[in-house]
C-alpha cells in the first residue's frame, strides 16, 4: 500500500545557482509530509525530483527499495495534482480521471466503478459528466486530487494545491484532505509556502531554506522548537531580543540556572525568540524568578476581529509586537497607547537560538 | 454591501454591446472606407460574373461546368493546396514543438530564422528555387555527384518544383499561429499525462496535439486558402504545366479581356475560400477555441 521515500544526498544546480544541495530525508511509509519554504528554497524541485520531472546532478531517491531516478516519470506510480490542477480541457470530468485507467488498460465496470470511487472520496460524484470549464476553482482541485488517487499510486505528490483558492475554501479543503489522507493512508508530501497550511495538514513540517533542508519535526516541534533564527522567522510573527552585546540592558533575565544552562552557556550570540502570543502583561515592578521581562511603551493597537496586536516600543527602539485574544476582559488589560507596559516571558515559553546573521 | 451588490451588474453590462456615442463616429470612418474599398470592387466582379453582352446570363457558371479544362484547373489547384498544406502540416508540426521546448533564447533565434525567408520577396524566393531545382542546378549537381541519381531529376517546371517552393514560402504561414498557440498550453499538461502513466509519445499525441488543434486548424486553413489564390509561384516554377485558378483569371484578362469569366473564377476561388473557413470552424469544438 503506502510507501516510504529514502532521499540520500541529492543535489542539483542552475548555473551558479544550488536548487538542491545534499538533501538528505526519510519519509515514512503514510506520512503526511509538508515541505515548507520560501521561493526559491528547493522545496519545488525537490518535489519535481521525486515526480521525475527534474533531474538532479547527483544523489539516490529510494521507493521503498527501489532506486527510481532513473525511472521515467511514467513508470514511477506516483500521482501528482499540479499547482494549476492540469485538468484536460478536452475531456470530461470522467475522462480526466478514467485516464490514468485507460492507460493501464482496465476497462469496463472495474474502470467505471473505481472513477465513481475516486469521485465519491472527493465528494464531487454525479460531476463525471461536467465539462473541465464548467467547474468552480474548488471542484476543479477535487478533480485534480480524484485524478491522482484514482490510479492507486503508491505515493502522491502535491505542489501547492490549494494557493489558487481563496481563504475560506483553502482553510476547508485543508481539512478534506487531511481526511483524505486517513482514508486512504497513502505517502503524501506537499509543497507549500503558508506555514499555516503546513502546520495544519502535516504529520512532519520539512522547512527549506536555499536548497537545504533545516529542521524536519512535528508541527508542535517546529513552532516551539526552531533550531534556527530562520525557522523561528519563517514561521510566525516573532520577536527577536539579542541576550548578548549591548541589547541586554533592556532585558531582565529572572530565569532559572537551569534554564541558563541548558540555553543559554555554549551558545556565542544567544538570541531571544518571543512569539507574540506567549507574552503576558504584568503589573510595573513584577519580578518574579522563572521569566524574561521587559519595560516598554504602548505603540499602535490594531484590532483584527478575533485578534489584537500591539506594538511595544523598547527603551532603545526596537518595537515587540505582541497578540491578545478580543474577549472584553482581555481587551480591558491592554493600557492606551502611550502608557508604559511591563511585558514578562515565562522560561518554558521561551526559545534561544543562535544569531547567525551578523 | 453597495459595492459587493454593484459587481455582477456592472459586469453584466460590459458584456453588452453598447451603441456608438455620436462624438465616437468619426473613429468608424476608416471601418467604413475599408468595407467600401474591399466590398465594392467585390461585388461589382460579383454581378460582372452574371452579365454577358450587357444582359443577365449564367453563360460563364455554365462554362466552367461543361469545359473541361476548367475541371482540371480546379482539381489541379484543389490538389496543389491540399499536398502543400499536408506537408507544410507534417513539416511544421514538428519544428514548431522543438522550439515551443526551447528555452526563450534559442526560442528566439530559431523564430528568425522562421521569419527572414518570410521577409525576403516572394519572387526572389521563387527564383531562388528556380536556380536550384532546375536541370543543371545546385540540387541535380549534388546528388548526380554523390551519385545518388544517375539522370538529373525533373524538378523545376514541374508539379512537384511548384510544389517544393509553395511549402517553403507557406511554413511560415503555418508555424507562427502554430508557435503561439503552443507556447500558450500549459507544460504541465504534459505533465500530468506522464505522470499519470503515459509514455512520451501517447502524452504528445492524447494530450498535448488535441490542445494545439486549434492552432494547427489556424494555420493550415491559412496556408490553405493562400494557396488556392497563389499566382507567382505556380507560374513560374510551373512552367506552363501547372495551371491553378488564379493563373487562368489572369490569362482570362490579359490574353482574352474576358472579364466576366474572370469573375466567375473569382467568386468560384471565394466561394471554396469561405467554404473551408466555415468547415474549419465547425471541426474545432468550441470550448477549444482561443
Given at each position: 500500500m503506502a510507501s516510504s521515500i529514502t532521499i540520500r544526498g541529492l543535489s542539483k544546480s542552475y548555473g551558479a545557482f544550488a536548487a538542491l544541495s545534499d538533501v538528505s530525508i526519510d519519509i515514512p511509509a503514510g506520512q503526511f509530509i509538508t515541505l515548507l519554504g520560501p521561493s526559491g528554497s528547493g522545496k519545488t524541485t525537490l518535489l519535481m525530483s521525486i515526480a521525475g520531472f527534474s533531474h538532479p546532478d547527483r544523489g539516490s531517491i529510494r521507493?521503498?527499495?527501489?532506486?527510481?531516478?532513473?525511472?521515467?516519470?511514467?513508470?514511477?506510480?506516483?500521482?501528482?495534482?499540479?499547482?494549476n490542477y492540469a485538468l484536460f480541457p478536452h475531456m470530461s470530468v470522467e475522462e480526466n480521471i478514467a485516464y490514468p485507467l485507460k492507460l493501464r488498460?482496465?476497462?469496463g465496470a472495474q474502470r467505471d466503478a473505481r472513477v465513481k470511487r475516486a469521485l465519491q472520496a472527493v465528494q464531487m460524484d454525479g460531476y463525471g459528466a461536467r465539462r473541465i470549464h464548467e467547474l468552480s476553482g474548488g471542484q476543479r482541485q477535487r478533480i485534480a486530487v480524484a485524478r491522482a488517487i484514482v490510479f492507486e499510486p503508491r505515493i502522491i505528490l502535491m505542489d501547492e494545491p490549494l494557493s489558487a483558492l481563496d481563504k475560506k475554501l483553502r482553510?476547508?479543503?485543508?481539512?478534506?484532505?487531511?481526511?483524505?489522507?486517513?482514508?486512504?493512508?497513502?505517502?503524501?508530501?506537499?509543497?507549500?509556502?503558508?506555514?499555516?497550511?503546513?502546520?495544519?495538514?502535516?504529520?512532519?513540517?520539512?522547512?527549506?531554506?536555499?536548497?537545504?533542508?533545516?529542521?524536519?519535526?512535528?508541527?508542535?516541534?517546529?513552532?516551539?522548537?526552531?533550531?534556527?533564527?530562520?525557522?523561528?522567522?519563517?514561521?510566525?510573527?516573532?520577536?527577536?531580543?539579542?541576550?548578548?552585546?549591548?541589547?541586554?540592558?533592556?532585558?531582565?533575565?529572572?530565569?532559572?540556572?537551569?534554564f541558563r544552562r541548558q540555553h543559554m552557556q555554549g551558545r556565542q550570540r544567544p538570541l531571544l525568540v518571543i512569539r507574540p502570543e506567549k507574552l503576558e502583561i504584568v503589573p510595573a515592578g513584577f519580578r518574579e524568578p522563572g521569566s524574561f521581562y521587559v519595560d516598554a511603551t504602548v505603540g499602535e493597537i490594531l484590532f483584527q476581529g478575533d485578534l489584537v496586536i500591539v506594538f511595544a516600543r523598547l527603551p532603545n527602539g526596537q518595537m515587540v509586537r505582541l497578540q491578545r485574544g478580543t474577549r472584553r476582559t482581555t481587551l480591558a488589560t491592554i493600557p492606551p497607547e502611550g502608557s508604559p507596559i511591563r511585558l514578562a516571558l515565562h522560561e518554558e515559553d521561551a526559545i534561544v537560538v543562535e544569531d547567525d546573521r551578523p | 454591501m453597495g459595492t459587493v451588490a454593484a459587481r455582477p451588474a456592472a459586469?453584466?453590462?460590459?458584456?453588452?454591446?453598447?451603441?456608438?456615442?455620436?462624438?465616437?463616429?468619426?473613429?468608424?470612418?476608416?471601418?467604413?472606407?475599408?468595407?467600401?474599398?474591399?466590398?465594392?470592387?467585390?461585388?461589382?466582379?460579383?454581378?460582372?460574373?452574371?452579365?454577358?453582352?450587357?444582359?443577365?446570363?449564367?453563360?460563364?457558371y455554365e462554362r466552367m461546368l461543361e469545359n473541361a479544362s476548367y475541371a482540371s484547373i480546379l482539381s489541379d489547384?484543389?490538389?496543389?493546396?491540399?499536398?502543400?498544406?499536408?506537408?507544410?502540416?507534417?513539416?511544421?508540426?514538428?519544428t514548431t514543438y522543438v522550439i515551443v521546448r526551447q528555452p526563450p533564447m534559442v526560442a528566439t533565434i530559431m523564430l528568425a530564422c522562421v521569419a527572414?525567408?518570410?521577409?525576403?520577396?516572394?519572387?526572389?524566393?521563387?527564383?531562388?528555387?528556380?536556380?536550384?531545382?532546375?536541370?543543371?542546378?545546385?540540387?541535380?549537381?549534388?546528388?548526380?555527384?554523390?551519385?545518388?541519381?544517375?539522370?538529373?531529376?525533373?524538378?523545376?517546371?514541374?508539379?512537384?518544383?511548384?510544389t517544393i517552393g509553395m511549402v517553403h514560402i507557406m511554413l511560415p504561414f503555418f508555424i507562427f499561429p502554430l508557435y503561439s498557440a503552443m507556447r500558450q498550453i500549459d507544460p504541465d499538461m504534459v505533465k500530468a499525462a506522464r505522470s499519470l502513466g503515459a509514455s512520451s509519445a501517447r502524452a504528445f499525441w492524447g494530450i498535448f496535439l488535441p490542445l494545439a488543434m486549434p492552432g494547427i486548424m489556424a494555420g493550415a486553413l491559412l496556408s490553405f486558402v493562400l494557396c488556392l489564390g497563389f499566382y507567382v509561384t505556380p507560374q513560374l516554377l510551373g512552367g506552363g504545366n501547372v495551371t491553378t485558378i488564379s493563373m487562368k483569371i489572369q490569362q482570362n484578362v490579359t490574353m482574352y479581356s474576358e472579364w466576366g469569366a474572370s469573375s466567375a473564377l473569382g467568386v468560384v476561388l471565394l466561394v471554396l475560400v469561405l467554404a473551408c473557413f466555415l468547415a474549419t470552424q465547425w471541426m474545432v469544438p468550441r470550448r477549444l477555441r482561443s
Open positions: 521507493i521503498d527499495d527501489q532506486e527510481i531516478l532513473d525511472l521515467e516519470p511514467n513508470k514511477r506510480d506516483i500521482g501528482v495534482v499540479f499547482q488498460k482496465i476497462a482553510e476547508e479543503m485543508q481539512i478534506e484532505l487531511k481526511h483524505l489522507h486517513q482514508s486512504l493512508g497513502r505517502t503524501i508530501v506537499y509543497v507549500t509556502h503558508d506555514q499555516k497550511e503546513a502546520l495544519t495538514l502535516a504529520d512532519q513540517v520539512v522547512v527549506m531554506d536555499r536548497g537545504r533542508i533545516v529542521q524536519k519535526d512535528s508541527p508542535r516541534d517546529i513552532y516551539e522548537q526552531p533550531k534556527t533564527r530562520f525557522v523561528a522567522d519563517f514561521i510566525g510573527n516573532s520577536n527577536f531580543l539579542p541576550l548578548h552585546g549591548a541589547g541586554t540592558g533592556t532585558i531582565d533575565a529572572q530565569v532559572s540556572d537551569a | 459586469l453584466a453590462e460590459a458584456r453588452q454591446v453598447q451603441p456608438l456615442k455620436p462624438r465616437y463616429w468619426p473613429f468608424a470612418l476608416p471601418a467604413v472606407l475599408v468595407t467600401l474599398v474591399v466590398l465594392l470592387p467585390f461585388l461589382w466582379l460579383a454581378i460582372l460574373s452574371f452579365f454577358e453582352a450587357g444582359a443577365f446570363s449564367l453563360v460563364h489547384t484543389l490538389l496543389l493546396s491540399l499536398l502543400v498544406t499536408g506537408i507544410v502540416v507534417a513539416l511544421g508540426i514538428p527572414i525567408p518570410f521577409w525576403t520577396s516572394l519572387l526572389v524566393r521563387t527564383y531562388a528555387w528556380m536556380v536550384l531545382l532546375q536541370r543543371k542546378g545546385l540540387i541535380n549537381t549534388w546528388l548526380l555527384e554523390l551519385g545518388v541519381i544517375d539522370r538529373p531529376l525533373r524538378m523545376a517546371n514541374s508539379f512537384s518544383g511548384t
